[in-house]
Protein backbone atom coordinates (compact mmCIF):
# COMPACT_ATOMS: atom_id res chain seq x y z
CA UNK A 1 0.00 0.00 0.00
CA UNK A 2 1.43 3.29 -1.00
CA UNK A 3 1.43 6.60 0.94
CA UNK A 4 -1.03 7.99 -1.54
CA UNK A 5 -3.63 5.49 -1.51
CA UNK A 6 -3.44 5.95 2.94
CA UNK A 7 -3.81 9.42 3.10
CA UNK A 8 -6.87 9.20 0.04
CA UNK A 9 -8.59 6.96 2.26
CA UNK A 10 -7.90 3.58 0.23
CA UNK A 11 -6.66 1.50 2.66
CA UNK A 12 -8.67 -1.94 3.26
CA UNK A 13 -5.70 -3.54 5.19
CA UNK A 14 -3.13 -1.80 7.75
CA UNK A 15 0.27 -3.98 8.97
CA UNK A 16 0.97 -3.29 11.89
CA UNK A 17 4.04 -0.94 11.30
CA UNK A 18 1.54 1.17 9.57
CA UNK A 19 -1.08 1.25 11.87
CA UNK A 20 1.70 2.38 14.60
CA UNK A 21 3.48 4.35 11.90
CA UNK A 22 -0.15 6.28 11.05
CA UNK A 23 -0.77 6.93 14.27
CA UNK A 24 2.34 8.52 15.78
CA UNK A 25 2.44 10.87 12.28
CA UNK A 26 -0.81 11.60 11.57
CA UNK A 27 -0.71 14.68 9.24
CA UNK A 28 2.99 14.04 8.34
CA UNK A 29 2.13 11.81 6.29
CA UNK A 30 0.23 14.54 4.13
CA UNK A 31 1.31 16.86 1.92
CA UNK A 32 -0.81 19.93 0.54
CA UNK A 33 -0.99 18.55 -2.70
CA UNK A 34 -2.88 15.23 -1.29
CA UNK A 35 -6.32 17.31 -0.29
CA UNK A 36 -8.26 18.86 -2.67
CA UNK A 37 -10.46 20.45 -0.23
CA UNK A 38 -11.99 19.67 3.38
CA UNK A 39 -13.82 16.69 2.73
CA UNK A 40 -10.94 14.68 2.14
CA UNK A 41 -9.17 16.39 5.13
CA UNK A 42 -11.81 15.40 7.25
CA UNK A 43 -11.73 11.91 5.60
CA UNK A 44 -7.87 11.55 6.33
CA UNK A 45 -8.73 12.51 10.14
CA UNK A 46 -11.64 9.98 9.83
CA UNK A 47 -9.47 7.34 8.80
CA UNK A 48 -6.97 8.04 11.70
CA UNK A 49 -9.49 8.29 14.46
CA UNK A 50 -10.49 4.53 12.82
CA UNK A 51 -6.83 3.52 13.80
CA UNK A 52 -7.32 5.23 17.12
CA UNK A 53 -10.63 4.20 17.94
CA UNK A 54 -9.57 0.35 17.44
CA UNK A 55 -6.18 0.42 19.30
CA UNK A 56 -8.51 1.94 22.41
CA UNK A 57 -11.06 -0.66 21.50
CA UNK A 58 -8.48 -3.58 21.50
CA UNK A 59 -6.32 -2.29 24.27
CA UNK A 60 -8.90 -1.87 26.81
CA UNK A 61 -9.82 -5.87 26.03
CA UNK A 62 -6.77 -6.98 26.28
CA UNK A 63 -4.92 -5.54 28.95
CA UNK A 64 -6.08 -5.44 32.45
CA UNK A 65 -6.72 -2.15 34.36
CA UNK A 66 -7.94 -1.51 37.59
CA UNK A 67 -9.00 1.45 39.31
CA UNK A 68 -8.49 5.38 37.53
CA UNK A 69 -6.68 3.61 34.46
CA UNK A 70 -9.73 1.16 34.05
CA UNK A 71 -11.83 4.61 34.46
CA UNK A 72 -9.68 6.67 31.88
CA UNK A 73 -8.68 4.34 29.28
CA UNK A 74 -12.18 3.33 29.04
CA UNK A 75 -13.24 7.33 28.58
CA UNK A 76 -10.65 7.54 26.20
CA UNK A 77 -12.22 4.71 24.26
CA UNK A 78 -15.03 6.45 23.97
CA UNK A 79 -14.15 9.80 23.28
CA UNK A 80 -12.39 7.97 19.92
CA UNK A 81 -15.09 6.08 19.25
CA UNK A 82 -16.89 9.62 19.18
CA UNK A 83 -14.14 11.34 17.22
CA UNK A 84 -15.11 8.86 14.52
CA UNK A 85 -19.38 9.46 14.28
CA UNK A 86 -18.16 13.10 14.84
CA UNK A 87 -15.90 13.14 11.26
CA UNK A 88 -18.12 10.60 9.71
CA UNK A 89 -21.60 12.75 10.29
CA UNK A 90 -19.56 15.71 9.18
CA UNK A 91 -18.12 14.24 6.02
CA UNK A 92 -21.59 13.03 5.56
CA UNK A 93 -23.78 16.80 5.80
CA UNK A 94 -21.20 17.96 3.83
CA UNK A 95 -22.44 15.87 0.64
CA UNK A 96 -18.93 13.39 1.10
CA UNK A 97 -18.72 9.51 1.56
CA UNK A 98 -16.63 8.74 4.85
CA UNK A 99 -13.41 6.42 4.61
CA UNK A 100 -14.40 2.65 5.97
CA UNK A 101 -12.63 1.27 8.76
CA UNK A 102 -9.73 -0.69 7.64
CA UNK A 103 -8.05 -3.97 9.23
CA UNK A 104 -5.35 -3.17 11.83
CA UNK A 105 -2.79 -5.21 13.60
CA UNK A 106 -1.14 -3.26 16.42
CA UNK A 107 1.42 -6.00 17.07
CA UNK A 108 2.91 -6.61 20.73
CA UNK A 109 1.32 -3.09 22.03
CA UNK A 110 -0.97 -5.09 24.11
CA UNK A 111 1.58 -7.03 25.85
CA UNK A 112 0.93 -5.63 29.05
CA UNK A 113 0.00 -2.20 31.05
CA UNK A 114 3.37 -0.64 30.56
CA UNK A 115 3.49 -1.46 26.65
CA UNK A 116 -0.33 0.01 26.39
CA UNK A 117 0.05 3.06 28.26
CA UNK A 118 3.37 3.67 26.67
CA UNK A 119 1.88 3.74 23.37
CA UNK A 120 -0.92 5.29 24.08
CA UNK A 121 1.19 8.15 25.45
CA UNK A 122 2.94 8.27 22.46
CA UNK A 123 0.43 8.67 19.90
CA UNK A 124 -1.87 11.21 21.79
CA UNK A 125 1.27 13.60 22.12
CA UNK A 126 2.36 12.81 18.21
CA UNK A 127 -1.01 13.36 17.81
CA UNK A 128 -1.56 16.89 18.92
CA UNK A 129 1.23 18.29 17.53
CA UNK A 130 0.29 16.48 14.21
CA UNK A 131 -3.55 18.24 14.52
CA UNK A 132 -1.87 21.72 15.30
CA UNK A 133 0.39 20.93 11.90
CA UNK A 134 -3.58 19.84 9.98
CA UNK A 135 -4.93 23.51 10.57
CA UNK A 136 -3.16 24.69 7.42
CA UNK A 137 -4.70 22.41 5.67
CA UNK A 138 -8.57 23.44 6.42
CA UNK A 139 -10.29 25.83 5.03
CA UNK A 140 -13.72 26.26 6.14
CA UNK A 141 -13.18 27.55 9.66
CA UNK A 142 -16.23 26.16 11.15
CA UNK A 143 -14.28 22.41 9.94
CA UNK A 144 -11.20 24.38 11.92
CA UNK A 145 -13.12 25.17 14.95
CA UNK A 146 -14.09 21.28 15.16
CA UNK A 147 -10.68 19.79 14.65
CA UNK A 148 -9.78 22.74 17.35
CA UNK A 149 -12.12 20.80 19.50
CA UNK A 150 -10.22 16.99 19.43
CA UNK A 151 -7.32 18.46 19.33
CA UNK A 152 -7.92 19.61 22.90
CA UNK A 153 -9.21 16.51 23.93
CA UNK A 154 -6.15 14.88 22.29
CA UNK A 155 -3.81 16.85 24.59
CA UNK A 156 -5.86 15.93 27.67
CA UNK A 157 -5.92 12.42 26.56
CA UNK A 158 -1.92 12.92 26.56
CA UNK A 159 -2.07 14.29 30.05
CA UNK A 160 -4.29 11.72 31.82
CA UNK A 161 -2.08 9.20 30.33
CA UNK A 162 1.25 10.79 31.22
CA UNK A 163 -0.15 11.11 34.80
CA UNK A 164 -1.20 7.36 35.16
CA UNK A 165 2.65 6.35 33.88
CA UNK A 166 3.42 9.12 36.81
CA UNK A 167 5.63 10.68 34.34
CA UNK A 168 6.84 14.28 35.63
CA UNK A 169 5.03 17.46 35.15
CA UNK A 170 6.96 19.08 32.59
CA UNK A 171 8.24 16.88 29.54
CA UNK A 172 5.83 14.02 30.44
CA UNK A 173 2.23 15.22 31.83
CA UNK A 174 2.95 18.72 30.14
CA UNK A 175 5.30 19.41 26.94
CA UNK A 176 5.64 22.79 27.77
CA UNK A 177 3.61 26.00 27.69
CA UNK A 178 2.92 25.92 24.09
CA UNK A 179 1.89 23.43 21.57
CA UNK A 180 4.42 22.70 18.00
CA UNK A 181 3.56 20.71 15.37
CA UNK A 182 5.45 17.55 15.02
CA UNK A 183 8.43 17.31 12.38
CA UNK A 184 8.67 14.10 10.88
CA UNK A 185 12.24 13.33 12.26
CA UNK A 186 10.52 13.92 15.49
CA UNK A 187 7.72 11.56 14.28
CA UNK A 188 9.97 8.85 13.38
CA UNK A 189 11.95 9.29 16.67
CA UNK A 190 8.92 8.76 19.13
CA UNK A 191 7.76 5.83 16.51
CA UNK A 192 10.87 3.97 16.38
CA UNK A 193 10.79 1.88 19.69
CA UNK A 194 7.46 0.30 18.50
CA UNK A 195 7.94 -0.74 15.05
CA UNK A 196 9.50 -4.57 14.71
Same mark, same amino acid.
Given at each position: MSRQDFVKGQATDV?? @?? $????????? @?? $??QGDFADDIEVLNYALLLEHLEAEFYRQGNKAVFLGGFEFIYLRQVEKDEAFHVKFLADTITKLGGTPVAKPEVDFGGAFENRESYLTTSHTFENVGVGAYLGAAGFIKDKTILQAAAGIFGVEARHAAVVGNLLGLPAEGGVYMGALETPKTKAEVLAAVDPFLP
Open positions: KP @AM $ALGALNNRW @AL $AQ
